[in-house]
């Protein structure tokens, strides 16, 4: 008998939980599937059903069957429309999630070099956060996703993992703004923006607790969901924000600055270890490729390992002045146009006015977006760095 239609005939007794009410549904008369089930149950070595004449339950054996069977059943059902449509020529859309963070750059860098490399699949770019997409990908509802690690992982195959070191951004006119580089020590008295815990909890009391490891002890925590939102928050001084470099490029009035040790976000492509699509890996090699080229990296240059730093020499030597060129024969009269009326001076602009800067509170009681730490951090003594060179993404290969 084949197995997978004995399977169906089980996961329809078992549903129905009556050999007759099944049998009516199957299509077949109820000696037979009687026959069937026992015969299946002479397979497994396991009685599936306690039956009397009033009563059929399962057993354990059952129960644990039950959810293999239709799971199995749901894979195999897949496979068959998968196979059906890629012989026909079409294939199911590709549904892929990507955190709402991600640069526009690095989406249509995605999106563009996929479009080339597999220029007959259709791809559903959406915006989830790390808890959306866990869930969709658990409910066969999203193909791959590029989650925050750390996730549980059960049930999914990972790709290589990205790493990109974050900087803090603050005002322009703060006084740390005029380091070139930051001890995250030196934001001790701050309050800190960051997007909310139901996002990724993993990630969210991963990068909490490399703050406090590192003497950073937020005296707040605010809550934000988008770059502007965020943006906005370090204006009105309700804190810094940890982030990669292209977010301050958004606004002039506040600065990147690398931190050293630097916090480290780390993203991972994800897809059902069974029954995936069967372009999720190449989707995820593609991107990986993507987001490691100059033109669509999150920092705009090249991939250079996390531990490389370019430290500045204490007395660099000033490089010698360009030679004097020889000056240009002058032209004759002629060849001079006549004068042009010169236009004149352009108005200032009025100068846009700065948000007035705010103090950090310890938070506001009454907002449950704002968490309020105990400010227990030692006084920073004052201390000066060495700028080091931006650090964009890096391929890591292994995962949590």
Known sequence: MDPLRALRYFVVVAEELHFGRAADRLGIA???LSQRIQRLER???AKLFDRDSRHVDLTEAGQILLAEARDLIARWDRAVALVGKAGGGELDALRAGVPPEMPGRALAGILTAFAHDRPGVRVELQELTTTEQLRLLAEGELDTGLLHLPVDV???ELGPALETPLGVVLPRDSPLAARAELDPSALAGQGLVLFPRASAPGYYDALLRACWEDGFRPTAV???RTPEFVLGMVLAGHGVALAEGTVAQKETRVVWRPLTPAPLRRLCFAWPSGNAHPEAKAFA???LAALNTPATSPLGTTALPTTR????SPAL???PAPAATPSAPALPDSAIPPDLPSLPPRSASPGIPALPARSASPGDSDSPSTLALPDTSPSDPDRSHDPAAPRPWNVVYGTD
């Open 317 to 319: 030597p000033r490089f």
């Open 222 to 224: 605010h809550h934000a």
């Open 154 to 156: 059960t049930g999914l």
């Open 43 to 45: 397979d497994l070595g």
């Open 309 to 312: 730093t370019f430290p500045r």
């Open 30 to 32: 109820q000696p037979p």
């Open 285 to 287: 090699s593609v991107a």
